[in-house]
């Protein structure tokens, strides 16, 4: 498994930004489509966007043209930016290496510890 240590979550009043980091020191990072999820209390956890090794990004409708996920494959590092933050974007925010095949090897997914991100005025 591979181990993802997050960072950057915090409180903020709504329109304000935040930048979340997720750092995958050691590991084979630019195989895994990586992607950031969030759960809020008593709500099922939700992606909230996604970005291929490639580069090709997809967000939740919710975000989209607030939020804006990139990797840097050298750093074995995947941000999300997050700007315009609304009250309904709090939640505990994790990041997710997704499960992929490699060279014949099979690589299961792995969570981070997730990160707190709270909007209130």
């Known amino acids: 498994q591979v181990q993802l240590v997050e960072s950057g979550g915090g409180l903020v009043h709504p329109g304000g930004s935040l930048r979340l980091s997720c750092a995958a020191p050691g590991s084979i990072f630019s195989i895994y489509v990586m992607t950031w999820y969030r759960q809020a209390p008593g709500k099922q956890r939700e992606l909230v966007a996604s970005?291929?090794?490639?580069?090709?990004?997809n967000q939740a409708d919710s975000v989209k043209g607030r939020f804006t996920i990139s990797r840097e494959n050298a750093k074995n590092k995947v941000s999300m930016q997050m700007n315009s933050l609304k009250p309904e974007d709090s939640a505990v925010y994790y990041c997710?290496?997704?499960?992929?095949?490699?060279?014949?090897?099979?690589?299961?997914?792995?969570w981070g510890q997730g990160t707190q991100v709270t909007v209130s005025s």
């Open positions: 970005i291929a090794n490639g580069g090709r990004t």
């Open positions: 997710k290496t997704e499960p992929t095949n490699y060279s014949g090897i099979y690589y299961s997914g792995s």
